[in-house]
Structure formats: structure tokens, C-alpha cells
């Protein structure tokens, strides 16, 4: 009778039986892993497939062909150890298997973690980064708050540095005053000096002097009414002296007392500077937190100014520079909306904004009567248009008091401060709009590169020796120079 081999599982040992117990090991252990329920043990579940498969195997033997039964006892024993081989290819397939599935978990649970990592540290640089932001935009706030809270006593302290240009003006008349009213004693004294004891004895003794003169009585006439008008005209010139001598004594009271106002204005206006200074430091201070960013666009604008041969080639950089960064966004904007790319147009219109309101609101065309700022206390010796000696003025000079305060004439941006060649220290302030305002002569400064500046805010101080001081300022629209009179 022919032997039916079950299909399932070759009777014989066959060299491919090892890896295929170990790839049934892995189809039977992955599902229960992949799904999340219990599963047995991969050595467990291979030797529970082997005991089915053996059962399985016997009882089709057993049913189709019982001739196997009368065989000796000893071939089935041979057979049992023949088909052993295979088992222990199996177990071995299992244990790489099962090495190779855990292998891959733990490089899964790895790259997990690292997953976790990445994204635990981009949340933390994208929050150290807002708060970063947060932090410069708070110290912007700040800067200008302090800018603001110095207005007020920058504009007292300009106020009290006025007084005291008056007032020395004052004391200069009344000297002079002094001076001429002395002199006119002097030589009124000088004058009268040859018939002082003339007078004196006719004063004291008139008929007496006449008649004791040797000489004709229509002499002695004519003598006496001589003496008579050198009387009147010498009570005259008397009583000019004496009001003169009123008029100085006056004028010495006049002098003491405006000196004493003079030295309270003094120590006021130290009072007041001391103040200035400290709120311009810490509004400086604060500006340069807040412009660690723009160190950059500060290097530039401050590189292209001194490398300019001029004041005009130093504005027109610097009026280049910004029409560049301007025309850069207006393309970024323009290339972001063809591609309909909204997140990144409306990104360059935010930056196109931030630029413009950092630079300052510009300038009104048509500027109202007393809107402008008086920028320095002192005299204006020049004008814009004056003639000078290189041609018309371009811009306009004022005379300052030792030690004058500077204050902005406009909202906006420093664009560059430092000493200029001839002009010593100058500084550009943007007033946005393409309005810049140029200040130059001073001593010394307050303020630095890329600081926002409210109008009025100190930025600057004239020299305090070698007498009053020169300010000259210019005021430009782009490359134009402009009349600046009717925004001072």
C-alpha cells in the first residue's frame, strides 16, 4: 500500500526545515506582540507548533497506513533521532529571531527617545527665543519711557541754562554800565580839579574874594558875574555827578543781587544735569540691551558714515542704506505673495513696519507755529541761506552757554554718533521719512548708535570751557538740504 506524506510537513529532514520553524516561531509570536495582547513565550509557541505538527503527523500515519505499526521498534527509534536535527536548527532560528525583533524594539525605543530629545529641545529654543524677544521688546518699552521721563527735565534744565544766558547778559550791561558812569566821574573830577579851591573859598567867602582882588570895580563886575555863572555851571555838573554816583551805587545793588540769583541758577542747573545725566545713562543703558539685535545695521551705518569724505557723501550713504533695506523687503514681499507664500509676505510686512516705526514718524510738511523744539538755549548767529563765506548757510548756527544741554529736535533713531572729521562730535538723528536732522560741535554725547529717542530727549552737551560754544544744524529730506527754522 502506497505512504501518503501529510502536506504540512515533510516526513524526512529537509535542510530548509530549521528556517522555516524559525520564521512560523516569528509569524506566531508578532501578531500577539504588534496587537498588544499576551502571547506565549517564541520557545514556547515553536514547541507547542512542533507538538500539534507531531500529533497531527501520528494520527494520519496511524489512519492511513497501520502497516507502519508492524515495523520493528527500532526503526522508529532510528527515524526519532534522524528527525532531532532539525529541532535544533529550529531553537537556534528562534533565539536570532527573537534577538533580531529585540534588536529592533530597542533601536525603535531609541530613536523614540531621541525624537523626544529633538522636540524637547526645539520647544526650549523656541521658548528661550520668545523670551528673548520678550526681553528686547520690554528693554525697547524701557529705553523709550526713560527717553520720555527726561524730557521734562532736560526741558527745565534748558529753561534754567536760558536764565542764566540772560541774566550773565544782564550782569555784561550792567558792568559795562559800571564802567562808562566811572568814567565819567573820572573826568569830571579831572575837569573841575584846577578851580575846586577857587570855588570853595567863593563859597565861603564871595564879597571878600572880590574885593580883595586889585583890580578896576567894572573888572571886579564883570569878575563877579563870571563867578556867578562858573557857580551855576559847576552845581550843574555837581549835581551830574551825584546822580551818577546814585545810578552806580544802584547799579552795584543791582549787580550783587543778580549775581546771588546767578549763583542759585548754578547750583540749580548742576542739580538739574546731575538728574539729565543719570536718566540718560539708564535710558542708554536700556537701549543698548535692546539693541543687541541691530548691532549689525549699526556697524554698517557707522562704517559707511566714516568712511564718507563728506557730510553730504556721510547723509547720502546713509539714505542709501535705508532706501536698500527698504527696496529688500518691498521684494521679499512682492516674491512671497507670487508664490502665494502669506506666512512669509506678511512677515516682511511686519519687518517692512517695525523698520518704519523705529526710525521715527518723519516730519510734517506743513509744520503748525509752536511745534517745534528749541534744541539748545543760546543765540541763533546764523541762519539757514546767510551768506558765508563757501555760499549760502545750509543750515543754522546758534551761540550756547558754557556747558549748554542738547535736546532732540524730533522723534526717532540715532543714526550715527561720533566725532565727524572737522565737524567734532556730530550726531544724524532719523526722523523717519527719509527726514534726518544733523547736529554737529558738540562736546560731548549722550546717546549711542541705534537708539530710539523721544523729541526732547537729551543727547548731548556743549563744552563748559573756552566760553560759549557753536551748534551747527542741518536738516535734510533725503539727499536735499531743507530749511530746518519752521521745525525748531
Known amino acids: 500500500m502506497k505512504r501518503i506524506r501529510p502536506s504540512s510537513f515533510p516526513a524526512r529532514p529537509s535542510p530548509h526545515w530549521g528556517k522555516l520553524a524559525g520564521y512560523t516561531a516569528v509569524l506566531v509570536a508578532v501578531p500577539a506582540l504588534l496587537v498588544g495582547y499576551p502571547a506565549m513565550p517564541l520557545q514556547a509557541a515553536t514547541t507547542h507548533h512542533k507538538k500539534v505538527a507531531t500529533t497531527h503527523h501520528s494520527t494520519q500515519t496511524a489512519t492511513k497506513t497501520p502497516e507502519r505499526e508492524s515495523k520493528p521498534h527500532s526503526t522508529h527509534t532510528r527515524k526519532s533521532k534522524t528527525v532531532a536535527a532539525p529541532s535544533v536548527m529550529s531553537d537556534r532560528s528562534v533565539r536570532e529571531a527573537q534577538a533580531a525583533v529585540n534588536a529592533a524594539h530597542a533601536q525603535h525605543e531609541a530613536m523614540e527617545q531621541e525624537k523626544a530629545r529633538q522636540a524637547a529641545a526645539v520647544a526650549q529654543s523656541r521658548s528661550q527665543n520668545e523670551a528673548a524677544q520678550a526681553a528686547a521688546a520690554e528693554a525697547k518699552n524701557r529705553a523709550l519711557a526713560l527717553s520720555a521721563a527726561t524730557v ?48 570853595e573859598r567863593l563859597s565861603l567867602y564871595p564879597s571878600d574874594t572880590l574885593l580883595a582882588a586889585p583890580m578896576p570895580q567894572g573888572d571886579a563886575i564883570t569878575g563877579f558875574l563870571v563867578l556867578r555863572g562858573l557857580s551855576r555851571q559847576m552845581e550843574q555838573e555837581a549835581e551830574g555827578m551825584r546822580a551818577r554816583q546814585t545810578r552806580l551805587a544802584a547799579l552795584n545793588t543791582t549787580l550783587t543781587n543778580k549775581l546771588a540769583e546767578l549763583n542759585q541758577l548754578e547750583q540749580t542747573q548742576s542739580h538739574q544735569r546731575d538728574t539729565v545725566r543719570q536718566q540718560a545713562a539708564l535710558a542708554r543703558e536700556a537701549q543698548k540691551q535692546a539693541s543687541a539685535t541691530a548691532i549689525n545695521t549699526n556697524h554698517q551705518l557707522q562704517t559707511a558714515t566714516q568712511r564718507a569724505a563728506s557730510l553730504q557723501d556721510a547723509v547720502s550713504k546713509l539714505d542709501a542704506l535705508q532706501a536698500q533695506a527698504e527696496s529688500a523687503l518691498q521684494k521679499e514681499i512682492a516674491a512671497a505673495e507670487r508664490a502665494h507664500e502669506a506666512a512669509r509676505a506678511e512677515a516682511a510686512r511686519r519687518k517692512m513696519a517695525a523698520m518704519v516705526k523705529t526710525q521715527g514718524p518723519g516730519l510734517a510738511e506743513h509744520p503748525s507755529a509752536g511745534s517745534g523744539l528749541r534744541p539748545v538755549a543760546g543765540t541763533l548767529i546764523s541762519t539757514w541761506g546767510s551768506a558765508t563765506e563757501s555760499g549760502p548757510a545750509t543750515g543754522m548756527t546758534y551761540r550756547t552757554p558754557p556747558g549748554a544741554s542738547v535736546r532732540a529736535p524730533c522723534a526717532g533713531t540715532v543714526d550715527f554718533a561720533a566725532p565727524f572729521r572737522t565737524y567734532g562730535q556730530m550726531l544724524i538723528l532719523n526722523c523717519g521719512r527719509h ?52 521745525f525748531l
Open 435 to 486: 527726514y534726518r536732522f544733523i547736529m554737529a560741535g558738540l562736546s560731548g554725547l549722550a546717546v549711542d548708535m541705534g537708539q530710539s529717542l523721544t523729541k526732547g530727549a537729551p543727547i548731548g552737551q556743549m563744552s563748559s570751557s573756552g566760553g560759549s560754544g557753536t551748534l551747527f544744524i542741518q536738516l535734510r529730506h533725503g539727499q536735499k538740504t531743507i530749511n530746518p527754522a519752521p
Open 152 to 199: 521734562s527735565a532736560t526741558s527745565q534744565l534748558q529753561s534754567t541754562e536760558q536764565q542764566l544766558a540772560d541774566l550773565q547778559d544782564q550782569i555784561s550791561d550792567v558792568k559795562k554800565e559800571q564802567a562808562t558812569l566811572q568814567a565819567a566821574l573820572a573826568q569830571d573830577a579831572h575837569a573841575l580839579a584846577p578851580i575846586l579851591p577857587l570855588a
